[in-house]
């Protein structure tokens, strides 16, 4: 049996019902904040549970964890609250003191925001997060792993890249922002030159490359869940409009901000996860069309 967190996230969700389809529904069951139809579920009202939760409800079988339960920034002024981090880090604590008998594997998501500034970021790149919620997913992601060790459990730890696909809107992101205000028939705003590059990996991927992850009979180290195919902001933005309305005009407003590179290495989930990904092309004409039947 695999025990989902965050089932109610971005990811989660997607994730939930990806583990259902390959597993079956009596295989899985969610740690959740709030109730699940598709499948058997615990609420953890805060993580505030005894440590028997799961014994106390006949789930001893459970033999793996995803931890994709995680307090995630909706826009920048959150990813520096204190409270909400500290949740990241005391959560964590709570699922590893878990009495499961039969657990064998924990799966933890991680997030790409605990790097460095690098031309090229890949699994050895230096670790230095600019945030609150940087600094609390690399806190526990070292809890993970000394945990893993103490009690002789295999682990694996994911670096979660830039995610897009229907059901992101939820976010203050890129993708999303774009889509809507071309679908209200608002003007398109370019900070800069746009020339910046990203790199977005596809929803559907990303929960395929960590559902692999669970055939992973040994620990190969953190391995980032990203595209290694960039692309501009300003060419991402002419893709949606090209997609929705290719007569939507943008608008460059000057910057001083200093533009990043986001560009990533991602040769070792190639190797153990993942070898084929949705084109940017398709991702973005189905997330497109989710939102638009959101309107409908």
Partial sequence: MILLTGASGFIGQHLLQNLIDVYGENEIVALTSKPISSCRYILHENYSFDDNLFLEN??????????????????????????????????????????????????FLSTLDVYDLAEMISE??????????????????????????????????????????????????????????????????????????RSFIYIKDAVKAILNSIKLEEDFGIINITSSTSVTVKELVKQIIKITKPNHKIEYIASNHTSRDLVFDNSKMKKYLLSEFTSIEEGLSNEINFMKNKLN
């Fill in 124 to 197: 050895q790149s230096a670790v230095k997060p600019i945030s609150l919620y940087g600094f609390s997913k690399l806190y526990c992601e070292e809890m993970v792993k000394n945990w893993g060790n103490q009690n002789n459990k295999l682990t694996q730890i994911l670096r979660i890249g830039h995610v897009y696909g229907p059901g992101e809107e939820v976010y203050r992101k890129l993708i999303p922002i774009t889509i809507s205000k071309i679908l209200e028939n608002k003007s398109i705003e370019i900070w800069g030159s746009g020339e910046e590059k």
């Fill in 58 to 107: 006949n789930l001893e079988s459970i033999h793996t964890i995803i931890h994709a339960g995680a307090f995630t920034p909706k826009n920048n002024e959150e990813s520096n609250n204190i409270t909400l981090s500290n949740s990241n880090i005391f959560n964590t604590e709570k699922l590893l003191k878990l009495n499961l008998p039969n657990l064998k594997r924990l799966i």
